[in-house]
Nanobody, 115 residues
Framework: QVQVVESGGGLVQPGGSLKLSCAFS????????MGWYRQPPGQQRLLVAD???????SYADSVKGRFTISRDKDKNTMFLQMNNLKPEDTAVYYC?????????WGQGTQGTVSS
């Protein structure tokens, strides 16, 4: 089993920044891919960015150049630095892990961009 806990959401003005963190625990050695998803109000959950065990990174077109995914392997932690935020970035952000035995989700953290 893998436990996934996000933190770092909040309210920010357009053009501002937020940094999300995700802590993994349990059988973390089984994780081969991790990423961030988001679900805007009334919409489906979509991939924002992910990183695999070879450190290959991909981003959704809507966040390229503004968001940066990173991780600390020693601390089993993943981050999402979000800059130049726009109102359309408002969503619940979820941390996700693909592991050998299953897929795991965090509880989500709200990020709101509003003036």
């Amino acid at each position: 089993q893998v436990q996934v806990v996000e933190s770092g959401g909040g309210l920010v003005q357009p053009g501002g920044s937020l940094k999300l963190s995700c802590a993994f625990s349990g059988t973390t050695f089984s994780i081969y891919r991790m990423g961030w998803y988001r679900q805007p109000p009334g919409q489906q959950r979509l991939l924002v960015a992910d990183i695999n065990s070879s450190d290959y990174i991909s981003y959704a077109d809507s966040v390229k150049g503004r968001f940066t995914i990173s991780r600390d392997k020693d601390k089993n932690t993943m981050f999402l630095q979000m800059n130049n935020l726009k109102p359309e970035d408002t969503a619940v952000y979820y941390c996700h892990a693909d592991a050998i035995q299953s897929k795991y989700w965090g509880q989500g953290t709200q990020g709101t961009v509003s003036s």
